[in-house]
């Protein structure tokens, strides 16, 4: 495979079946991109092209509750430590043997993004670099939140996220209206096309798919020890600063929890960065990607 273009298949992966795109050259570094709520492969759409005409072999799955993917019922099923093992299956799925010392590279927006931290955490030693798109390492939003007000604000609709059945019924209703409305209404005015909204809401739409998607936040009360040690891999940050949910400062209280990495702002990107700002996005992963240093110290607030 050496189109640029993304091709989906899907594959099964430790009892599951993941929807995945893919592009690149078969022989490429495996680099795998994990989007965030509400969306889906899709995400990656201006990432996955550039990517792959660097040398990557990109795969970008539809994660579990969303899309085409499976959607296993159950809070327990969207546990941390369940998503991170869908990518260390997803990897081994794909041939990748860490037995001839392969690692990947993993790069995660939002929720995408903490399950790429937590990936990293938990399996250092099979992450190569690891670059993260507005979401914090989850060991450190809980303090961060409590020691800044502001954050818990930004954050009440996980609360709302609990509750039994309601949120349901909110998201579902005028075909997802809400759902389109918090992509738009938190984005630039180019950020998100008509085309782009009315795939994600077909996937929406898909049975069970709304309450699958909220139990990743409800799955957040289970319990869950911490990250054992720092993270090792190399780290590059990507941070737009307009972001509505989540503030600028956990960025570099994130990094503190990593052995080496840095951090970029975008003072004009909100929380959806890679598709407003695909062209700087894409230089800075792929300059990331194949530097042979990670970059300078972490940037601090």
Do not use: K
């Not at 099964?12 to 050259?25: D, F, Q, S, T």
């Not at 579990?64 to 998503?83: F, V």
């Not at 929406?204 to 699958?212: E, L, Q």
């Not at 959806?272 to 972490?298: C, K, M, R, Y």
């Amino acid at each position: 495979m050496t189109s640029t273009e993304p091709t989906t298949r899907r594959i099964p992966v430790r009892g599951l079946i993941l929807n995945i795109a893919e592009a690149g050259p078969a022989e490429g570094p495996l680099t795998i991109l994990l989007h965030g709520f509400p969306e889906t492969w899709w995400s990656w759409r201006h990432q996955i092209g550039p990517l792959a005409a660097a040398g990557s072999r990109v795969v970008a799955p539809d994660q579990r509750g969303y899309g085409l993917s499976s959607r296993p019922e159950g809070i327990s099923a969207y546990h941390l430590d369940r998503l991170a093992e869908d990518v260390i299956g997803l990897a081994d799925a794909l041939g990748h043997d860490p037995e001839q010392g392969e690692r990947f590279r993993l790069i995660g927006h939002d929720w995408g993004g903490l399950v790429a931290w937590w990936v990293a955490a938990r399996h250092p030693g099979r992450v190569e670099r690891l670059a993260i798109l507005n979401a914090p390492h989850p060991d450190v939003f809980g303090a961060y939140a409590r020691r800044h007000p502001g954050q818990l604000l930004r954050s009440a609709y996980v609360g709302l996220f609990q509750l039994p059945g309601l949120p349901e019924a909110l998201l579902r209703a005028g075909d997802c209206a809400v759902l389109r409305r918090a992509l738009t209404g938190s984005s630039r005015p180019d950020a998100f096309s008509p085309h782009d909204l009315d795939l994600y809401a077909a996937a929406w739409r898909r049975p069970g798919a709304i309450t699958a998607m909220l139990n990743w936040y409800r799955a957040l009360r289970l319990p869950r020890a911490p990250a054992p040690e720092p993270i090792r891999p190399p780290v590059l940050v990507l941070w737009g600063e307009r972001d509505t949910a989540l503030e600028r400062g956990l960025a570099a209280e994130s990094l503190r929890l990593c052995a080496q990495g840095a951090v970029r702002y975008f003072p004009q990107a909100t929380h959806w960065l890679q598709h407003e700002e695909p062209q700087g996005v894409n230089d800075a992963l792929i300059g990331f990607l194949t530097a042979d240093s990670p970059g300078p110290p972490p940037a601090q607030a």
